[in-house]
């Protein structure tokens, strides 16, 4: 319906109008214009451009768009961004290589140095082992380590057989030690000095350990204290550096040698640099890696079964390579890998030419080196980016659960003047509840930050706290007589608006009230929660309802319900995003104003113990 030149009234009877991306019937649908939606157009056809639209929306929903100041180059920073931990640093993109037909989504990362490696790796070493204890985070089961079938008898009365008979595993393997906290009780053993003086550990292993032959060993495994390694991430344990001086033409001589796309007179052309590729240090050590037969070849199926053994990829992981950057451009180079494709001027290969040409666009090294101190010859160390980052990862989980409950133990009695001491019961219960926070992020793909868990952690400690205990963190629910939840009946309720009030959320059945009373981190309450909890986690919390109180299911319910708005609406982006970190008003989450500034107060502190034990982002994605 026209308004005015240009602008337009949607008018439609039922379904409201499509918005497509493109000016086709078949194109994405990315979004929807309900009736009387006023908008500007231009163009012509069936389909015309959406070029504003009138009606109003809430600022603080929209995201200024963000365009690039230049597109297929590199562009190098007058000063060096420093980078901070979580914070977002690129995106995939389209990126086509020589051989594709298309532009596919792609990530190039790099972590190199042009320090002096080997020397940092020495001197950090002899500081590793100045660390207190609590520091070295990564148990070495050392290859030959033996491996005790699992039995169902096994209990810390019936322990695992210890023999040097037992398969054995094959290869040196880091342990962290939030794996090893995170196991289920009936998959660990302590089991005490005894007259022989000695203290072990025994813990239940599936999917990390293997034989020589590549069969899983899975089963009991046991570290004797004070004798078991354990290492430090700073002792760079399994570290490997090697030296990498060969030219592009002898890996690309070996590559088309091995994969077999070239005819017997090409191949024995380039016999004798393929040769010398394969007896360098670098591919020797990746046979001895990846080649378990022993049969003088690396097949691409052998490459895979090694990254599924988590002792073989770990040990790819740990090899630091110095080699000249791709991104150091030198002509003769490349133009020395024209005999080996090929290419000659009488008989160019196209493709070549242009990837030679994109190569040098590409480079950036002369642009960069001067600046921030690389090596003008381009030879640098190259680290594999995720083994690194895995390395340093605090103990390898969201929150460090030793670290956390030491430093929460010293700060508990402070978060409220008369709070009394922390029972062991009660430490018991937040090392659970911390253990299942990053059980629960690890598996998941939502994401989320320090504030986000300060202020979760804030809302158990004020709701799960039980009073005839005075336990913190408590599993039980909430505390009352059988008749105190008759206000939540809506059959026993006193008043009529009380019933109505029970009915609306779901409670129809005398002893609904009690039944449904508040149980887990958050207390959940009302048949009805309890009703779309059961739907969301696959469990039937209607007929089982104390399970919701258990933190296997309760720290899902709290940070599913906090973090969509479940409970009353709001949820914790509405309180913490980039423009506020509001803890007062974010127990309107839970519970309206009650105990509002209380709370807040926990969340500040929870705020500060997360931030030295943690790597939770301070920032906002």
Not at 487 to 511: F, M, V
């Amino acid at each position: 319906m026209p308004i005015q030149a240009g602008s337009y009234r949607v008018n439609v009877i039922n379904d409201p109008l499509v918005v497509r991306a493109e000016p086709d019937r078949h194109s994405a649908k990315i979004g929807k214009l309900p009736k009387g939606t006023e908008v500007t157009i231009s163009g012509e056809g069936d389909f015309r451009k959406l070029e504003s639209i009138t009606q109003y929306v809430q600022f603080n929903s929209l995201q200024s768009e963000r365009k690039p100041l230049a597109f297929d180059n590199v562009v190098v920073l007058d000063q060096p961004a420093p980078i901070k931990a979580g914070e977002l640093i690129g995106r995939l993109g389209p990126y086509q290589e020589c051989d594709e037909t298309a532009p596919q989504q792609k990530l190039h990362l790099e972590v190199f140095s042009d320090d002096d490696v080997e020397a940092f790796f020495a001197a950090s070493r002899v500081w590793a082992q100045r660390q207190p204890d609590k520091h070295k985070t990564w148990l070495k089961l050392a290859k030959g380590t033996p491996v005790s079938t699992h039995q169902d008898h096994i209990s810390a009365r019936l322990l695992p057989i210890w023999s040097r008979d037992n398969p054995s595993s094959d290869a040196d393997l880091l342990v962290p030690k939030s794996l090893l906290d995170g196991l289920p009780p009936e998959r660990k053993i302590r089991v005490p000095t005894g007259a022989s003086g000695k203290t072990y550990n025994w813990y239940r292993l599936e999917g990390l350990l293997y034989d020589a032959a590549g069969k899983p060993l899975d089963g009991w495994v046991r570290e004797e204290v004070g004798v078991t390694p354990w290492v430090s991430p700073w002792s760079w344990d399994g570290y490997d550096v090697l030296y990498n001086y060969a030219l592009p033409q002898l890996s690309l001589s070996y590559l088309f040698s091995v994969t077999g796309v070239l005819g017997e007179e090409s191949k024995e052309r380039l016999r004798a640099r393929a040769e010398k590729w394969d007896k360098g240090r670098m591919q020797t050590r990746l046979y001895e890696i990846i080649d378990r037969d022993r049969n003088g070849k690396m097949t691409a199926d052998e490459l895979q079964a090694a990254l599924r053994v988590p002792a073989l990829a770990q040990s790819l992981a740990q090899l630091v390579i110095l080699s000249e950057s791709e991104w150091f451009y030198r002509q003769s180079k490349w133009d020395a890998l024209d005999e080996v494709l090929g290419h000659t001027n009488s008989a160019p290969i196209l493709n070549w030419v242009a990837e030679k040409q994109r190569m040098k666009q590409l480079s950036w090294w002369d642009e960069v080196a001067g600046k921030v101190g690389l090596s003008k010859e381009g030879m640098v160390f190259h680290f594999h980016s995720v083994g690194l980052l895995s390395n340093f990862t605090k103990i390898g989980r969201l929150i460090n659960v030793e670290d956390f409950l030491q430093q929460y133990e010293q700060a508990h009695t402070l978060f409220l003047p008369g709070t009394r001491p922390l029972t062991n019961q009660s430490k018991k219960n937040l090392e659970k509840i911390i253990i299942a926070i990053n059980d629960f992020y690890e598996s998941s793909p939502q994401s989320t930050n320090i504030y986000e868990v300060s202020y979760m952690l804030a809302t158990v400690r004020h709701e799960a706290y039980h009073f005839p205990t005075r336990e913190f963190f408590s599993e039980m629910p909430e505390v009352g007589s059988y008749s105190y939840f008759n206000k939540y009946d809506p059959i026993l309720a006193q008043s009529a608006d009380l019933r109505e009030r029970a009915r609306a959320n779901g409670n129809t059945e005398e002893g609904d009230g009690y039944k449904y009373r508040g149980r887990g981190c958050v207390h959940l309450t009302w048949k009805n929660n309890y009703r779309k909890f059961s739907e969301l986690l696959s469990f039937d919390f209607v007929l089982n309802p104390d399970a919701a109180a258990k933190f296997e299911y309760s720290i899902p319910i709290m940070i599913l319900g906090m973090s969509r708005g479940l409970f009353t609406g709001r949820k914790l982006t509405d309180y913490l995003n980039p423009k506020k970190v509001d803890y007062v008003s974010s127990r309107k989450i839970i519970n309206g104003s009650d105990e509002d500034v209380l709370i807040a107060s926990y969340a500040r502190k929870f705020e500060a113990i997360l931030a030295s034990t943690s790597s939770l982002r301070a920032e906002f994605l």
